[in-house]
């Protein structure tokens, strides 16, 4: 099974801007998830078959960019715009239609938005 392989996570302003990796995807559709400790882990976005089209959640859309590199085996996740409920530990995963994770998790990368 592939390790996936977060980071780029840190602390940020609110209306600041990071860019999330993830390497080991293959050709596999992923998405990006989060979590806050003591809560659920939610979907963020996602690049889905067969067309390769992104899809987010309404609390991120239009303030965060999920994109890939084939080449580089590497999933981004561009958030801009950023507030402190952005805050949480994003994980990538391979995922089976739009947002369902299926693989094993990473350990994570963690971002902090301070207000």
């Known amino acids: 099974q592939v390790q996936l392989v977060e980071s780029g996570g840190g602390l940020a302003q609110a209306g600041g801007s990071l860019r999330l990796s993830c390497v080991g995807t293959?050709?596999?559709?992923m998405g990006w998830f989060r979590q806050v400790p003591g809560k659920q882990r939610e979907f963020v976005a996602s690049i889905v078959l067969p067309d390769g089209s992104a899809r987010y959640a309404d609390s991120v859309k239009g303030r965060f960019t999920i994109s890939r590199d084939n080449a580089k085996n590497t999933l981004y996740l561009q958030m801009t715009n950023l507030k402190p409920e952005d805050t949480a530990d994003y994980y990538c995963?391979?995922?089976?239609?739009?947002?369902?994770?299926?693989?094993?998790w990473g350990q994570g990368t963690q971002v902090t938005v301070s207000s």
């Open positions: 293959g050709r596999n559709p």
């Open positions: 995963n391979t995922i089976l239609g739009v947002s369902t994770p299926i693989g094993a």
